[in-house]
């Protein structure tokens, strides 16, 4: 049995370990096909330390997925599928994918990809959910998945060793990374992660053996710890591909879920149902809902608290330092904004521009330390690594806070240049690349502009070549040509034509003068 879930498989064999759109997986039947998987990747010449991709939207296969990176010594690189062709193929490439396992709900972007020059030559493509009888022929390149694993072993593969994600993340040079953390190593025991799922679960109060409700897209850290960690210690796995307000409570009361991560967004979805759906809801199987990813409102999480009670907490974090601050209701509602204490195993610097260390409730740059020594690295970028480090081991996300009297951790700002629209992290340097692509465009300036319901929205600011008039259907063209490029939550929603772009002497971009005036009356600044 794959090492991991082996107690599980034993000790409650017919239960549900994982729920999603299509259908219900036993624990043993997930089990066998974990291990089914191990078999055939290792039969398609993957070998420990090799990395394969997925794009997938949330589905049991991606958890199947996951489980067999984890025991088979593989990295597992999630694609968003948000993406275009170009982005995922430079994924594959940079990643040094040798297996790709494309969801069918995404197979002509799984098509484009494979005709990319950059995309490297793969050892399998494999389709997930497709059935035989309806899968086309235009896809010879692809092999069904349930034919992948049909010949392959229900035993229990020999030499199991630890694999585990390789999430990519943008950055502000462009181009997405991937995140080489503590999680992201392969070869050692996988009784390793099952230490890393029950330290974190225990730190963030899930229980074991009690159901999660994953309703974010699994190829983002956060979803991805909060769902398939809590399975190590024997949770089940709900999912649902998109997330809909009236049917998470639904899905909530009706599986007895005990715990799920959410992002600001949702909650204000949520609060906007009726009356009526918002009555009907129980909600007393829950014994924790974690939110992040995206600054909440404090109304917003209010009114959330005093609809779900003090189950809610916050934490903040990233994908390169896992969680660093933790809040529970009880301390938000003393101390309203604060992100809370750092955990047991992290540390907090705050540092002044000079260097020096701020002085309480003085602001300054957060670096991280981890207190168990583990840090990160940026895949093929030891520059983009060192960057990030004060010294090895300290490290920040470029956030600006402060700590207060007591220790909580409050943000006065983040950096300027990433935007946070609906919990995702947009960095503007590559969407500002394809817009000085434009023929029509010489200078180029993206940033976030306030969106009631996602938090920020994609503005683009350009200055336009000689000779060249503005007006709404040159904005269109642009827009069009960056939907060409970029995946679609990177699209500037709108273009603001500027005479000229403020820069500095040193040709620095002087954002803040182009963003300011869309924030002044807002009452907040990110």
């Known amino acids: 049995m794959a090492a991991l879930f082996a107690p599980f498989a034993e000790d409650k064999p017919d239960d549900i370990a994982l729920v999603d759109d299509f259908g219900e997986t036993s624990w043993t039947d997930f089990n066998s096909r974990v291990n089914q998987l191990i078999h055939a990747l290792r039969g398609a010449g993957l070998e420990v330390g090799d990395t394969f991709s997925v794009i997938s939207g949330n589905r049991r296969e991606y958890i199947e997925a996951f489980a067999a990176a984890s025991h088979g010594g593989w990295l597992l690189a ?11 193929a430079y994924v594959l ?19 484009a990809t494979l005709e990319q020059a950059e995309c490297p030559n793969l050892n ?4 997930i959910g497709a059935e035989a009888s309806n899968f086309a022929e235009e896809t010879e390149s692809f092999t069904l998945y349930e034919d992948f694993i049909a010949d ?37 025991p996988v009784e390793t992660l099952k230490m890393i799922g029950e330290g974190l679960s225990g730190m963030l109060g899930i229980e074991p053996g009690g159901k999660s409700l994953l309703v974010g897209p699994i190829y983002h850290s956060a979803q991805w710890a909060f769902s398939f960690l809590p399975l190590l210690s024997g949770s089940s796995i709900v999912m649902r591909h998109k997330f809909d307000a009236g049917e998470t409570l639904t899905l909530i009361d009706q599986h007895s879920i005990t715990n799920t991560h959410l992002v600001p967004t949702q909650f204000t979805r949520m609060l906007r149902l009726t009356e009526d759906e ?19 409102p404090p109304e917003i999480k209010k009114q959330m608290i005093a609809w779900w009670g003090p189950v809610i907490s916050e934490y903040y974090g990233s994908t390169e330092g896992a969680i660093v601050t933790t809040v529970n209701s009880e301390d938000w509602l003393n101390r309203p904004g604060t992100l809370g204490k750092p955990t047991a195993v992290t540390e907090i610097l705050v540092i002044k521009e000079d260097g020096t260390t701020a002085p309480t409730g003085e602001p300054g740059q957060l670096y991280v330390r981890n207190l168990m020594g583990s840090d990160f690295e940026y895949h093929n970028d030891p520059e983009k690594t060192e960057k990030a480090h ?46 000085i692509g434009h023929p029509a465009v010489m200078d180029a300036a993206v940033f976030g502009i306030p969106n009631d ?23 269109e063209e ?23 772009l403020p820069r500095h002497p040193t040709g620095k971009l002087l954002k803040r003068l182009l963003r300011d005036k869309y924030w002044q009356d807002t009452g907040r600044n990110i």
């Open 278 to 296: 918002k009555k009907a809801f129980k909600g007393d199987s829950l014994t924790v809902v974690w939110h992040g990813a995206a600054p909440c």
């Open 78 to 88: 999630p694609v968003n599928w948000h993406l275009v062709a170009e982005e995922v």
């Open 453 to 475: 319901e996602f938090g920020e929205e994609v503005k683009g600011a350009v200055e336009l070549a000689a000779g060249i008039e503005p007006g709404e259907q040159l904005e």
């Open 152 to 188: 392959a072993s229900k035993a229990e593969p020999e030499n199991q060793t630890l694999g585990g994600p390789m999430f990519y993340t943008s950055g502000t040079t462009g181009k997405p990374k991937g995140v080489k953390s503590g999680l992201s190593q392969t070869g050692a």
């Open 93 to 111: 490439a940079d990643s040094g994918s040798k297996a790709l396992l494309v969801d069918t709900r995404f197979i002509e972007l799984g098509e």
């Open 124 to 127: 399998a493509v494999i389709i």
């Open 390 to 435: 004060l010294e090895p081991g300290v490290y920040t996300f470029g956030d600006i806070g402060y700590l207060d009297e007591d220790g909580y951790l409050f943000m006065s700002d983040r950096k300027i240049d990433m935007i946070i629209s609906g919990g995702v992290n947009i960095y503007p340097a590559e969407i500002e690349a394809v817009l």
């Open 478 to 500: 642009i827009i069009a040509h960056c939907r060409e490029h970029l995946a679609g939550f990177k699209i500037p929603r709108s273009i603001d034509f500027e005479q000229t």
